[in-house]
């Protein structure tokens, strides 16, 4: 693909994507489809791009202007049949935060990868914040040594007004998510740092009794869901889903049998800590070093980066887009990593409602694994229509579901 003409669906999520995509010259704005589309306010910025409230009219019009690539932006448990659908119309798929809210999705997504030969990629972005890309740099040095724990934790809370603007009707998915599905800002950073895929996962989720006085237009009030899971290159991991705790920032931790790197916390918005056991530091080094992380060692990207949300990382999901649709480079979160990242979620989820029961998470890049999960569609959200929903949102409290 010489240059891509994209398409994005879901304009609220996608708008913060729709400026940076704009701005770069070998990508052009095609189409953007919105159910709400009528009611966007700047339509003036948009009169060279068509605009759609429906999907299908999306990708056949969006065809005929040469669109080759959909940024899906839409509803959080949503993505996978709309990736499918983009990839059999013949186009290359970014989807934004999860790839897929069933197992059974998970497979249907990865096949339809292998079958189309079209490119996907998940446009996780936390693992490029700028602390994290200093992180990673530092834990692929080697510094550490033998990679042996690591912990990821990504809070965000509100007050009841935010999380009632957030929640746009009754049957609106974050009315009804689970404490784990949201994995991938805390899941995501630790894989990418590590270079490593999750094997086994155990869960466990605390009540809130806070959240439970919203019971009657949010369901999941649980304040944490923390999984551990035993990575395949020997690590274990302990990291959350998006947790409601008193904390006003996110953190992750990296720990090797010679070092430690973390980011977060005390340590400041602007740098990590690296710290070497007493009978492992190297000659001539301080035993605690606080490494400033700074956008400027990227130069001009670096700087472009500076201007873009979530610490950068939008910025750099853009770059990674641009190589890999035009160049094949590899996205690292390509749908294999993905599927496993929404998987994790998923089986967590079982295992905070069996009391920490320890699950598999499928290889997905097995066939005989997809079999054994190829018709498992169990789902804590209800349809628009309030039916469908065949888990519990949070735990059982006061004999409620």
Same mark, same amino acid.
């Given at each position: 693909m010489a240059d891509i003409r994209i398409g994005v669906f879901g304009a609220w999520r996608g708008n913060s994507y729709i400026d940076l995509i704009s701005a770069e010259p070998r990508v052009t704005l095609v189409a953007i489809c919105d159910k709400n589309i009528g009611s966007m306010t700047d339509r003036e910025n948009f009169k060279n791009v #068509?605009?759609? @409230? +429906?999907? @299908?009219?999306?990708?056949t019009e969006g065809k005929k202007l040469g669109m080759n690539a959909v940024f899906l932006a839409n509803y959080f448990h949503q993505h996978a049949p709309f990736a499918i659908r983009a990839m059999e119309a013949g186009m290359d798929v970014i989807s934004e935060c999860t790839a897929a809210g069933t197992l059974k999705e998970c497979v249907e997504l990865v096949e339809a990868v292998e079958r189309t030969g079209r490119k996907y990629m998940l446009a996780e972005n936390y693992p490029f914040m700028t602390m994290n890309l200093k992180m990673e740099q530092l834990v692929q040095s080697g510094k550490l040594g033998s990679l042996v724990y690591a912990e990821g934790e990504y809070n965000h809370s509100g007050n009841n007004a935010e999380l009632a603007n957030l929640t746009p009707g009754k049957y609106h998915w974050r009315a009804w998510l689970p404490r784990t599905y949201y994995v991938t800002h805390a899941m995501g950073p630790l894989m990418y740092m590590t270079r490593s895929m999750p094997k086994y996962v155990s869960a466990r989720a605390a009540h809130s009794d806070l959240l439970y006085e919203l019971r009657d237009w949010r369901h999941n009030y649980d304040a944490a869901g923390i999984m551990f899971c035993e990575m395949d290159n020997g690590m274990? #991991?302990?990291?959350?889903?998006? &947790? #409601?705790? $008193? %904390?006003?920032?996110s953190r992750y931790r990296i720990c090797g049998d010679r070092a430690s790197v973390e980011s977060g916390g005390n340590v400041g918005a602007d740098a990590v800590r690296l710290f070497y056991?007493? /009978? &492992?530091?190297? !000659?001539?080094?301080?035993q605690c070093t606080i490494?400033? $992380? @700074?956008l400027a060692e990227f130069g001009e990207k670096g700087a472009l980066a500076k201007k873009a949300g979530h610490g950068g990382g939008d910025y750099w999901i853009v770059q990674r887009m641009i190589d890999y649709f035009t160049e094949g480079a590899d996205p690292f979160f390509d749908v294999y990593? #993905? $599927?496993?990242? %929404? $998987?994790?979620a998923i089986l967590g989820w079982r295992s905070?409602? +069996? /009391?920490?029961e320890n699950f598999r998470i499928p290889d997905f890049r097995i066939p005989a694994e997809r079999d054994a999960v190829r018709n498992d569609d169990l789902t804590p959200f209800p349809d628009e229509n309030g039916e469908g929903k065949t888990l519990p949102s949070a735990?059982?409290? +006061?004999? !409620?579901?």
């Open positions: #068509a605009l759609f @409230d +429906n999907f @299908d009219d999306f990708l274990i #991991a302990r990291f959350t889903g998006c &947790t #409601a705790m $008193a %904390s006003d920032y056991f007493p /009978h &492992t530091k190297p !000659e001539g080094v301080d490494v400033p $992380a @700074d990593r #993905a $599927a496993a990242m %929404s $998987a994790t905070c409602l +069996n /009391h920490g735990l059982p409290w +006061n004999g !409620e579901f």
